[in-house]
């Protein structure tokens, strides 16, 4: 769910289509929940554990969404525009068939 959640951040943030920026926030999200879950998870009273990993899902994902909006976004659009740009140049000379 984290995952999902980065995901839309990045796509809300751009406005070419971003399958390269989910495929990138889509795994980086189900890192970060692991992660927090394996620091936390000696920290947690008996019996909150849904609760802290429902709130720490929230969390997280809203980061996650922030960071993808502002920044991956960005930088996603940036590499296929100077991708894309390549390509155009490759094709204009000739070099492929």
Same mark, same amino acid.
């Given at each position: 769910?984290?995952? $999902?959640?980065?995901? %839309?951040? *990045?796509?809300?943030? #751009?406005?070419?289509?971003?399958?390269? @920026?989910?495929?990138?926030? !889509?795994?980086?999200?189900?890192?970060?929940?692991?992660?927090?879950d394996?620091?936390?998870?000696?920290?947690?009273? $008996?019996?909150?554990? %849904?609760? *802290?990993?429902?709130? #720490?899902?929230?969390?997280?994902?809203? @980061?996650?969404?922030?960071? !993808?909006?502002?920044?991956?976004?960005?930088?996603?659009?940036?590499?296929?525009?100077?991708?894309?740009?390549?390509?155009?140049a490759?094709?204009?000379?000739?070099?492929?068939?």
């Amino acid at each position: 769910m984290v995952g $999902a959640i980065a995901t %839309m951040g *990045v796509v809300a943030g #751009s406005s070419i289509p971003m399958f390269i @920026g989910a495929m990138v926030m !889509g795994p980086l999200g189900g890192w970060v929940i692991k992660t927090f879950d394996r620091a936390v998870q000696s920290r947690i009273p $008996a019996g909150f554990e %849904m609760l *802290v990993a429902n709130f #720490s899902a929230g969390l997280l994902g809203l @980061g996650l969404l922030l960071a !993808g909006y502002t920044v991956v976004g960005g930088a996603v659009t940036g590499v296929t525009t100077a991708l894309s740009a390549g390509a155009r140049a490759i094709t204009n000379a000739g070099l492929c068939r």
